[in-house]
């Protein structure tokens, strides 16, 4: 027999009744029951009953092991008693009674529990992440995790594409984050950057002639982290195509994408066919470039009702004096809720750092429908009728309302509308919504730095190309830019390429870039540009993301091994460290950390 194990902790049926065989794993859970020990026994692929009574030679060692050792059992194997299987374990009809036991690994007091799945601190969590990978729900994620990544592999083979392996060390790129930089020491004073993203490597492989490339590839930016962004490093799919226009790109990876969530859905629906919405439109019906669809709310927009002449409520007119909006968000149902309901809503906002949340409330009063509540009063009973029909709400309904510059109003109702979804329970959480976001601006204004700079991928195609670029004002441009939303999460982003080294100048110049800087920094893909670059595209989809949504985690730090924490420290492995003074010397380095 095997020095360690016969078979498995998951693998023992009720075939294998009467065997003698050997178990190896670690104690999950030890009763005692009247004197006769249970210890379940676990391994990766499971879990096993074992029983030690006190005619056993292995009595003496069970009744001294604890939770989380490591022990070899030797046992037959024999049908549980009537009335004790457990219908919830592949192996619940069996037990092990066991005749021998041996220590192979003793443990401690555990600094935190692995059965069960209580909350625990993270920080503990993380320092001993080891032991957190033990228990059961983060383990489960890890390995769906793998599942996933072997998913997109072969579905991304079977569209013919080709997996290439492009360098870690390489220069700094414009992906919109900070660099790692890695100093030099065979060339003192300059340093490598870890990639953003495989961005210059990915196109001059189709500069090469590779018609279909794609890898998991490893990410590096130096952002902060929140819960659906890890700290320093992240995976993604990359790929890039050769001869396609963006519906070619989009018809390509629609279905390796929804046949990944087809696959691992847990009998959640999944999108058909994604709907395709321009970023304008979305900015409006949705007040994010992210919608969840699952939440069935629309915004609509009243700045023309509110600026009728009729209607007296100075705070919105004022608003739309000043070049504002007022957007308009349904709450159907909501008629009926009492009046906590309205000034938490209220409160919610002003925590936004919004004045309010504006609302009427809906009501018929001889087959008419009428308005109540603060802003009522001040909007005649034409204007509400139109303000209902723009927004689908009518008696029994209430209408909320969000004011100001358009970019913080949109912002404000789509915040407002995924609360009252929540709110009122509209969303539909047994589905997963995913859509195309296209036509993204080119540019953006920079207010921090006074210019213009680009909203998304610089090497992106603006649409009109050079014509554009020369006769439209920078600020309307659009590109050809598409991200791909799921349930309120973006988990693709992608574009058709410049290819035409006179357009990606122009571009960057109007960037604040020069014609030399284009040829310093990109100097690979702008020389490529030169000798037949063919027209290409691409995107990247997070691994990290897609797995959180299938996992139904909240937090990226659920479905990755050994994640940092919100201080983006290793609490494990101790990183970031200091580096000894041998190291500096021989990078040539000298430190100027900040006085504390």
């Excluded at 990978?133 to 390995?143: D, G, P, S």
């Excluded at 009728?308 to 004022?318: H, I, L, M, Q």
């Excluded at 109702?413 to 995924?418: F, T």
């Excluded at 004002?473 to 988990?491: H, M, R, S, W």
Aim: with cysteine; hydrophobic share 40%.
């Amino acid at each position: 027999m095997h020095r360690y194990r016969s078979h498995t902790c998951g693998a023992l049926r009720p075939s294998d009744i009467g065997q003698s065989v050997r178990l190896s794993g670690w104690c999950h859970r030890i009763r005692d029951h009247g004197g006769v020990l249970f210890i379940d026994l676990r391994d990766h692929y499971g879990l096993t009953q074992c029983v030690v009574d006190p005619d056993s030679a292995a009595f003496r060692l069970a009744n001294e092991v604890r939770s989380e050792w490591v022990v070899r059992i030797d046992g037959k194997v024999r049908q549980r008693p009537e009335g004790t299987a457990n219908a919830e374990l592949p192996t619940g009809q069996i037990e092990l009674y066991v005749t021998e036991l041996e220590v192979l690994g003793p443990a401690g007091d555990l600094p935190l529990p692995v059965f069960g799945e209580q909350e625990y601190p993270e920080d503990i969590r993380l320092r001993y992440r080891f032991l957190d990978l033990r228990r059961e729900k983060l383990h489960a994620n890890i390995m769906r995790r793998t599942q996933v990544v072997s998913s997109l592999r072969r579905r991304m083979g079977e569209a013919g594409f080709f997996e290439f392996q492009t360098p870690i060390l390489t220069a700094s790129s414009p992906e919109g984050a900070r660099d790692f930089l890695v100093p030099s020491r065979l060339h003192p004073g300059k340093f490598y950057a870890l990639p953003q993203a495989p961005q210059q490597y990915k196109q001059l492989l189709m500069m090469s002639g590779f018609d279909r490339y794609f890898q998991i590839a490893p990410c590096f930016r130096d952002e902060d982290p929140r819960a659906d962004r890890f700290y320093g490093e992240f995976y993604q799919l990359d790929l890039e195509m050769s001869f396609v226009t963006q519906d070619d790109v989009l018809g390509a990876m629609e279905p390796v994408l929804r046949g990944v969530f087809e696959e691992f859905a847990d009998g959640k629906r999944v999108t058909g066919e994604f709907p395709r919405i321009p970023y304008a439109e979305s900015m409006l019906k949705y007040g994010s470039d992210k919608p969840d669809l699952r939440n069935p709310l629309l915004i609509a927009d009243v700045t023309e009702e509110f600026s009728d002449e009729s209607v007296t409520f100075n705070a919105f007119k004022n608003v739309i004096k000043v070049g504002g909006v007022v957007r308009a968000i349904p709450g159907p149902g909501a008629g009926a809720q009492p009046r906590s309901f309205f000034d938490k809503l209220n409160d919610w906002a002003r925590s936004e750092g919004a004045a309010g949340l504006g609302y009427i409330i809906l009501a018929d009063e001889n087959e008419k429908v009428v308005g109540r509540g603060p802003i009522a009063k001040f909007v005649p009973e034409d204007v509400l009728a139109r303000i209902c029909l723009r927004a689908g709400v009518g008696a029994g309904d209430a209408v909320f309302f969000a004011a100001g510059e358009e970019a913080k109003a949109a912002s404000l109702a789509g915040k407002a509308r995924l609360r009252i979804g929540e709110e009122l329970d509209l969303v539909d959480r047994e589905q997963f919504a995913l859509a195309w976001i296209t036509d993204f601006p080119f540019y953006e204004w920079d207010d921090e730095n006074k210019k213009v700079d680009f909203a998304h991928n610089p090497f992106s195609m603006p649409q009109g190309g050079m014509d554009a670029l020369q006769t439209q004002e920078p600020l309307t441009l659009k590109a050809f830019q598409y991200d791909l939303v799921c349930n309120g999460y973006e988990i693709a982003s992608g574009g058709i390429r410049n290819q035409l080294p006179d357009v990606m100048v122009k571009a960057f110049e109007i960037a604040g870039y020069t014609r030399q800087d284009v040829e310093d920094r990109f100097g690979g893909l702008y020389r490529a540009f030169h000798y037949g670059a063919p027209p290409h595209g691409g995107m990247a989809a997070g691994v990290d993301r897609i797995v959180m949504l299938v996992c139904g985690a909240k937090n990226l730090r659920e479905v990755a091994l050994f994640p940092m924490n919100q201080q983006a420290e290793d609490l494990l492995m101790g990183a970031p460290s200091e580096p000894s003074a041998k190291q500096l010397r021989e990078l040539h380095i000298r430190l100027n950390p900040p006085q504390k």
